[in-house]
């Protein structure tokens, strides 16, 4: 009878040890793919930078453009909102894009359908709002 006991125990601990095997193989295998591999997200951004690479290359042979600084590029969706709102985006089309440059101040409007500069022109920065120093004085 005791060799039936031994017998159930020894199948407990292997079953016991074969999930908690079964386990760690999973986790490890969890703990792979996620640090291994890039993330969705890494690579939709690793190829909006590619996008947008290839897309100041091609504004690059049309205008000369600054290389000291990371240009913020946004893409026109309504066009005709834009133009009521500002002449600056006069001649835009919706899918067209805004390549701003701020600290050398410029943006500029491209078209990559047509391979055109719509146009350039200054960004103004708004100025930061003054606080006032004084303090009033009673009379």
Same mark, same amino acid.
């Given at each position: ?10 199948? @407990? ?5 074969? *999930?908690?095997?079964? &386990?760690?193989? $999973? #986790?490890? !295998? ?14 939709? @951004? ?5 996008? *947008?690479?290839?897309? &100041?290359?091609? $504004? #690059?042979? !049309? ?11 946004a893409t026109i ?39 055109i500069i719509v ?21």
């Amino acid at each position: 009878m005791e060799n039936q006991d031994m017998k159930k125990k020894g199948g @407990s601990s292997v079953f016991i040890g074969l *999930v908690i095997g079964i &386990i760690i193989g $999973v #986790g490890g !295998l969890w703990a792979w793919n996620h640090f291994n591999n890039p993330s969705t997200q890494d690579l939709v @951004s690793q190829a909006n930078q590619a996008q *947008v690479s290839d897309l &100041i290359a091609k $504004v #690059g042979k !049309l205008v000369i453009l600054p290389s000291d600084e990371q240009p913020i590029v946004a893409t026109i969706n309504d066009a005709a909102t834009l133009v009521k709102q500002q002449a600056f985006y006069t001649g835009a089309e919706n899918g067209d894009v805004v390549i701003v440059y701020q600290k050398a101040a410029k943006a500029i409007v491209y078209s990559p359908s047509r391979n055109i500069i719509v146009n350039v022109g200054p960004v103004f920065q708004q100025p930061a709002a003054q606080t006032s120093t004084t303090t009033p004085t009673k009379k």
